[in-house]
């Protein structure tokens, strides 16, 4: 089965970007013990150089991460969650990603997200991040058909 993603992960990527374009999402409130996760899926083309215009708000940044590719995005899910919930992506052929909130706010002012891909319910990835709020950070898998699979993992 990890032949599907040899090599996963490649990179990650911390981004800082002004998403509210893309996932017009509430802020945490002042002892808000809940954030809100948003986790997506896009796929990056060498052969096609065309831009999801759903992607447009982050596409300068995609363009930074991977030149010369072209950005689809697959799926995108966004949840209200407390410490130990997660939001679960869908991205076909038994492939989903998982973001699971750790921790809200750390005591150095970070929120701990936990990112996990599923295959068929075996796990193929995972890794725990530490982000400001309201940064985005990617995770990329070079797949065997030369496109990249990027999981957006970030927190308002």
Known sequence: MMSRF???PRLLVPLVVLWGTLWLLPSVRAGDKARQVTICAIIADPSNQTIDPRLAAIGPQLRKLLPNHGFTLVDVKSKRLNSGQSVVCNLGGGLTAEALLVEPLDDNGKVQIKCDLWLNSVSQFSTAVATPPNQLFFCDQKR?????????????
């Open 6 to 8: 040899p090599h996963w």
């Open 144 to 156: 065997m058909n030369g496109t990249h699979l990027l999981i957006a993992v970030g927190a308002r």
